[in-house]
């Protein structure tokens, strides 16, 4: 598998553009998981409310943080944990230095996870680890990538299973589909000699009907 060096994955996998993030009210209401069901106090809703106008005002770092505090409050607040995921690979994108958009990556990922382990089913988490693995990939050389891609498989899809009606994640599933409908031909002996296979995914028709289902 020489052919399958430390290419950067930028020359293959094109960078995530940045995710249009929806306003809270346009998600409608986020079902709360059992585990953080504690009443929210006085303070967090403070900090969701603000946090919101900030995302309203595209003032995202400032929104970001709004929510970390509130998490500091309510560490497995799911709202707080899935936004704050996808908040900070929107803000990872703006950069060109893979540093720092590595940092924000990777923080998302631990966010979106530990929303997964409040929600394993909910369409928020899955979306928002989905996301994060999509945007990590295409800083990884090309084995580690067809490794992720191959991960975010599961997430990406219960994500339009449980919110068909996120855009977002559609429009994730639609990348991510097409990206492993055109791997190379070293790309797919890779994943099936050492990844047991390359990733499920539907033909075009098939994809087609399951969006308008």
Not at 87 to 109: H, M, Q
């Amino acid at each position: 598998m020489a052919g399958l060096g430390p290419a950067r994955a930028q020359n293959t996998t094109s960078q995530p553009s940045a995710p249009t993030i929806p306003a809270p009210a346009a998600l409608g209401p986020t079902t709360a998981p059992k585990a953080s069901l504690n009443p929210d106090t006085t303070a967090l809703r403070q900090h969701l409310r603000q946090a919101a106008a900030l995302q309203g005002k595209y003032q995202e770092s400032a929104a970001l943080a709004e929510y970390q505090n509130a998490l500091k409050v309510n560490s497995q607040h799911y709202e707080s944990l899935w936004r704050a995921a996808v908040l900070s690979v929107r803000i990872g994108n703006r950069y060109t230095d893979e540093t720092r958009k590595d940092a924000y990556f990777g923080e998302a990922r631990r966010y979106a996870e530990r929303a997964l382990v409040l929600a394993p089913t909910a369409g928020e988490s899955n979306y928002a680890l989905a996301l994060a693995l999509f945007s990590q990939a295409g800083l990884l050389n090309a084995r580690d990538r067809l490794r992720l891609f191959k991960e975010l498989q599961n997430p990406v899809q219960l994500a339009v299973a449980a919110r068909p009606d996120l855009p977002e994640a559609w429009q994730l599933l639609g990348r991510w589909h097409y990206r492993v409908a055109h791997y190379s031909v070293l790309e797919k002996a890779f994943s099936r000699v050492v990844l047991g296979g390359a990733p499920q995914h539907y033909p075009r028709k098939s994809l087609f009907q399951h969006a308008v289902v």
